[in-house]
């Protein structure tokens, strides 16, 4: 299996531009979700998602942030318009419902925004 | 006050020593207790898992897990210059009506050889 696949791996852009992160989760996990790890605050869970719809979205800091997931294996995260303080590596994990607490993540994201 | 708090360190150590790695956490909801580990660049991967008070030992790895104090451990024995990574406790519970899995910081660890 090739596990959890992000990408880009890298992005840098600039301020006011739009990104948009994307992400394959683990074939046969039903729950996905989106954290972004910053060294200030750690690893802070932005979104998750059960069978495709999203369960709890409190962490997503703002209405510039927005995270889609149109089927099982797909899943995109949004940043319109992106800011600085947005610099973070954005990881998704995908696991097999909430039963357990193991989660699969992929090797992130790394954006940096000038 | 943070749901977990772990203490970021960094924490350096020599080849062979014990290590022993803490977080505490706020809400008595929290029902499972995992440790993770994230080499450099990389994603986080599961280390440990437990449910209830007490140990759990894995190899060189011991979990500990004191409910009454909101208190998990993690001891590294025999440490090795491959433990070196960031070591995240997790842990979930049912939180606002939805399940949450909660990261401490990071424990940043260097093994010297």
């Known amino acids: 299996d090739a596990g959890v696949i992000q990408s880009p791996r890298h992005e840098v852009t600039e301020m006011g531009q739009e990104v948009t992160l994307r992400c394959k989760p683990i074939s046969g996990h039903n729950s996905l979700f989106w954290y972004r790890q910053t060294m200030m605050r750690g690893l802070e869970l932005l979104i998750y998602f059960n069978n495709n719809v999203p369960i709890d979205d409190s962490g997503m800091p703002e209405d510039r942030f927005s995270a889609k997931m149109p089927n099982a294996s797909f899943s995109t995260l949004k940043i319109q318009p992106s800011e600085p303080r947005d610099s973070a590596v954005y990881f998704c994990?995908?696991?097999?419902?909430?039963?357990?607490?193991?989660?699969?993540f992929g090797e992130g994201s790394r954006l940096t925004v000038l | 006050q943070k749901e977990v708090e772990q203490d970021p360190g960094p924490l350096s150590v020599p080849e062979g020593a014990i290590v022993s790695l803490n977080c505490t956490y706020s809400n008595s909801a929290f029902q499972y207790f995992m440790w993770y580990r994230q080499y450099s660049r990389k994603g986080p991967e599961l280390l440990m898992y437990?449910?209830?008070?007490g140990n759990k030992e894995d190899g060189r790895f011991t979990a500990q897990v004191d409910k009454s104090s909101k208190y998990i451990s993690l001891f590294i024995r025999d440490s090795q210059p491959s433990d070196s990574a960031t070591y995240l406790c997790a842990i979930k519970g049912i939180l606002q009506g939805a399940q949450k899995l909660v990261f401490g910081q990071g424990t940043r660890l260097t093994i010297n050889p």
């Open positions: 994990a995908s696991g097999q419902g909430m039963n357990t607490g193991e989660l699969f």
């Open positions: 437990t449910y209830s008070s």
